[in-house]
């Protein structure tokens, strides 16, 4: 098994709290902009919470390889908006700390030598600059959309 930074354990831990909380996050907007009628969005919004289940899935794999049971107990909550424009704020804020967090942890892997973990939180990273990327474009293109 594994040998287990405490740093690194810290680490797994926020981020399984962060992405469990992007689940929410997401999923939460994806059942508002639907009783709004936005259905395309809807569909979009819920695909992210599947991405953000997937990258808690990532971590929960590796603290078992590591030996330590997942624990998050506390999720962020769930800010809510009166428009998709608003809650495109709130992601892209959010996906900012998840880019935030994910930095620190390849920094301090990369610090410590170790491999494994900064292959998986540099993978993660990578793929929140992606989603970062996108909603910013999705809100350019909404917003050129009402004007
Ligand atoms: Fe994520
Ligand atoms: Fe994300």
């Given at each position: 098994m594994a040998r287990a930074d405490q740093k690194v354990l810290g680490y797994l831990g926020r981020a399984l709290s962060l992405e469990l909380s992007a689940v929410q996050?997401?999923?939460?907007?994806a059942s508002l902009v639907a009783s709004w009628g936005l259905h395309q969005p809807a569909k979009a919004l819920r695909e992210e919470?599947?991405?953000?289940?997937?990258?808690?899935?990532?971590?929960?794999?590796?603290?078992l390889a590591v030996g330590v049971a997942p624990n998050a107990s506390r999720l962020r909550p769930t800010a809510l908006g009166g428009s998709l424009d608003e809650?495109?704020?709130?992601?892209?804020?959010f996906e900012r700390d998840l880019i935030e967090l994910y930095s620190g942890a390849v920094e301090h892997c990369q610090k410590i030598g170790d491999y494994d973990d900064r292959m998986l939180f540099k993978d993660l990273l990578d793929e929140e600059h992606v989603h970062h990327h996108q909603l910013i474009k999705w809100q350019a293109d909404l917003r050129g959309m009402t004007q």
């Amino acid at each position: 098994m594994a040998r287990a930074d405490q740093k690194v354990l810290g680490y797994l831990g926020r981020a399984l709290s962060l992405e469990l909380s992007a689940v929410q996050l997401y999923s939460t907007q994806a059942s508002l902009v639907a009783s709004w009628g936005l259905h395309q969005p809807a569909k979009a919004l819920r695909e992210e919470a599947y991405s953000e289940m997937s990258h808690a899935e990532r971590i929960i794999q590796r603290m078992l390889a590591v030996g330590v049971a997942p624990n998050a107990s506390r999720l962020r909550p769930t800010a809510l908006g009166g428009s998709l424009d608003e809650l495109l704020d709130i992601d892209i804020r959010f996906e900012r700390d998840l880019i935030e967090l994910y930095s620190g942890a390849v920094e301090h892997c990369q610090k410590i030598g170790d491999y494994d973990d900064r292959m998986l939180f540099k993978d993660l990273l990578d793929e929140e600059h992606v989603h970062h990327h996108q909603l910013i474009k999705w809100q350019a293109d909404l917003r050129g959309m009402t004007q």
